[in-house]
């Protein structure tokens, strides 16, 4: 498997801001995607990074709050915007692709914890 | 989409116990997995299961593809086993998982 690198691991934000979490894969991948976990709930899939065009958003994910990037094939971030409570959840990096790995296995970062104040 | 359904919501064992938790899913699949998420959060892939039986230790996974469910057994439980478990899959041309509900495990000493 891939080494899959989170940063931040947590972090308490202030209402109204915005944060942007990275996601580093060791090697090269095929496929990332962002997924987000609330309190006390199952993962849901906020959207597909696709390397060097727009992310294809899920629906009830719009790119104005969750703008995402992906400028090559190990890395992609995560912008949370305007930040509301209603925003604290783990914010997870999922890759498919990992060299040595069965294909179309996904595997995931060990996720960012996001509190909003 | 695919609707992806776990049973039971939780469970509560005794250390040393055996447990069967159960996914089905409304539509056929390329891809199941079985995922564990500790207590930090973080995702461990147990098994990528599309069909057939695997066992990993004390763990093991059978998907009956053409009846649409999936199955995590847990044998000889200890309290490391307890978290959520989640079952997640991919139909059609999608690459992307969908994730059931979970199940809470909680081992007891």
């Known amino acids: 498997s891939a080494v899959i690198s989170q940063k931040p691991s947590r972090d308490i934000c202030q209402r109204g801001t915005s944060l942007t979490i990275q996601c580093q894969v060791d090697?090269?991948?095929?496929?990332m995607f962002w997924y987000r976990q609330q309190p006390g709930q199952s993962l849901t899939l906020i959207a597909t990074?696709?390397?060097?065009?727009?992310?294809?958003?899920e629906s009830g994910f719009v790119i104005d709050k969750f703008p995402i990037s992906r400028p090559n094939l190990t890395f992609s971030t995560l912008t949370v915007s305007n930040m509301s409570p209603e925003d604290s959840s783990i914010y997870l990096c999922?890759?498919?692709?990992?060299?040595?790995?069965?294909?179309?296995?996904?595997?995931f970062g060990e996720g960012s914890r996001l509190t909003v104040l | 989409g695919i609707q992806v359904e776990q049973s039971p919501p939780d469970l509560i064992l005794q250390e040393g116990a055996n447990s069967t938790l159960r996914c089905n899913f409304s539509d056929s699949v390329n891809n199941l997995q079985w995922f564990h998420q500790n207590p930090w959060g973080q995702l461990i892939n147990l098994f990528y299961i599309p069909s057939g039986t695997k066992q990993n230790g004390r763990l093991s996974a059978t998907t009956v593809a053409t009846e649409r469910y999936s199955l995590l057994y847990i044998s000889s439980s200890q309290t490391t086993d307890s978290g959520v478990y989640f079952c997640a899959v991919s139909s059609g041309s999608a690459r992307q998982l969908t994730f059931g509900s979970g199940t809470q495990l909680t081992v007891l000493p």
């Open positions: 990074a696709n390397q060097g065009s727009e992310a294809t958003y």
């Open positions: 090697s090269q991948v095929t496929m």
């Open positions: 999922s890759v498919e692709g990992v060299r040595g790995s069965i294909a179309g296995e996904l595997f």
